[in-house]
């Protein structure tokens, strides 16, 4: 827990850094870490008052209750502000205060978390889980240090700078490459595997449990220590100065593991200046920019939704032994030598190295052939069985999506009245009031006001009144993916080609927000590789190791797929599902296999459920079964070349040429 610690302690030395994201797996003490903090922290002075916790010594100019002119003061703790996960967006930037507007006619803004957080921690726990236009807002404002109100007739402009704090399990969903990148650090934590010091956590839990008062009494004096060295970081901080060298290290480092944009090296600047305070200097040091790396730049470094978080340590020190001193003179015109592309340990990768695909080919007399398997393997049962084989580069497919209005959660995928979204229209409330339409709500009561005896500004409203929002978005899917792993399916090239499409289509979820399921046929029978999730890398990591070999149990694929649909309709009913079947429509097992697998896809199709039929087949001669499996689905039938989007806006390009060709003529 020692980065995790530090990351926390110099974002509270200098909030400026960009706050932290906690990853790590569950029981970990996360939310405890961070909620200690919060005791830390220096308190802080505020004119009395007034609702954004305006500083008196700098008051905001454009706080909505300024101006602050002599205004009295007064100490209070700096608040650690908690979003929960289900928050609405109104709660976190605030909205027009209904009460005073229907009761006295008048604008008024109440003000929401953001403002609360001001000058203290915003806390997110599973930071992951949270919408997307909310986890864009709270780190723009996180970004500017202020928050923009347009909304409801109101528009407000206030301070918003706080120590931004979120903790996630990964196991459950990722957060976005773009939005990793507004967490100014990132830290793993992972349960020790200690005894001793697992005993030691389990002793201090209970000695907490059985006396609260008496446990936070023994460690007092240890917090105000702590609480003391942070106030006086903070006061150094000024005089600490960063010398161009190592802000040349600071860079060098960033180009070398070629960052995008330029948000790291500030970042690291900062860290690396409050790192030096931290340990009471006024000059910042190597070790600090080592330090300030490892935290800065691990979630910044995937190219990938499927990327795993990390940093080189061995290139981390080569690029600081390169930059320990002043730069070198060219030698001559032309300067040094030129190590060619990717000297200096950049540019092009490895010839050897995990991005060629040569040494992962099957020997000489196997490469290029679309029929020979891989080398098989005997299994217990007597069937043989092929080892997993790589997945060819992913890539932006097609969009598909499931019919009809939904009602699910906010996602990128499917039509669905969501509570984001543009409004499309005013309805009476369906149960509980969730969004007031408040013009519609004011039309409804505008023509009974003389009837009601209305005698002064304030409007005389009935429940009959009331409108909500009818709001047009976008919902996320359960995507199953029924994945024909039988021999058929076999033949090296063609089983890398059809990975390499699966693995585009989860990347296409998870950038969906969907969540994903996986079941594979091959064998004997069927099984659920991986139950529904939100975790798109562990359908990845699953996809990589998926053997293939044996008979075609199409029909177990099916049916295992219904079996699933049906217990995620029980549990998430909202959630539509989009099945995807990976397949080239054969099925053996009897005489009457093939039939059986239709009947089977009869019964999804009676359930309504929307399906698409990645067809796998290929060669010169085909049969055309999984384009008929589609039409007993009433799904659409997809080849493997036709999966990209590319391919799909070419063709709509030419059809649109020549149409236009044929109106010239």
Known sequence: MDDLRLGLLLNAVSPAVGGVLVRGEKGTAKSTMVRALAGLLPSIATVTGCRFACDPAAPDPQCPD??????????????????????????????LDLERALAEGVQAYEPGLLA??????????????????LVDLLLDAAAMGRSYVEREGVSVRHAARFLLVGTMNPEEGELRPQLLDRFGLTVEIAATRDADERAEVVRRRLAYDA??????ARWAERERELAERITAARELLPSVELSDLALRQITAVCAAFEVDGLRADIVMARTAVALAAWAGRTTVLEEDVRKAAQLALPHRRRRNPFDAPGLDEEQLDETLAE??????????PEGPEDDGPGGGGGGAPDPGGPGDLGDANPPAGEAGS??????????????????????????????FKVDGTGRGAQGRRSPAETAAGHTIRARRPQGRLARLHLSATLRAAAPHQLARGRGGRALVLRR?????????????NLVLFVVDASGSMAARQRMTAVKGAVLSLLMDAYQRRDKIGLVTFRGAGAELALPPTSSVEVGAAR???????GRTPLEAGLLRAHEVLRVERLRDPDRRPLLVVVTDGRATGGRDALPRARRAAGLLAAQGVAAVVLDCESGPVRLGLARELAAHLNGEAVGLDDLRAEGVAALVRETRTKTTMRKAA
Do not use: C, M, W
């Open 370 to 399: 679309d029929d020979v398997p891989a080398p098989p393997r005997q299994r217990p049962g007597g069937s043989r069985e092929s080892a997993p084989v790589a997945a060819d580069q992913p890539y932006r497919t097609r969009l």
């Open 66 to 95: 300024g101006p602050h002119p002599g205004a009295a003061a007064a100490e209070r703790p700096a608040q650690l502000v908690e979003l929960p996960v289900g928050v609405t967006e109104d709660r976190v930037v605030g909205s």
């Open 116 to 133: 609360k957080a001001h000058r203290g921690v915003l806390y997110i726990d599973e930071v992951n889980l949270l919408q997307d236009h």
């Open 543 to 549: 996809l990589e190791q998926l053997p293939t070999g």
């Open 464 to 476: 009959d009144d009331l409108r909500e929002q009818v709001r047009r978005g976008r919902e996320s």
């Open 323 to 332: 930059h320990q001193g002043p730069p070198e003179e060219p030698e001559g």
């Open 211 to 216: 006396d609260p008062v008496g446990f936070a």
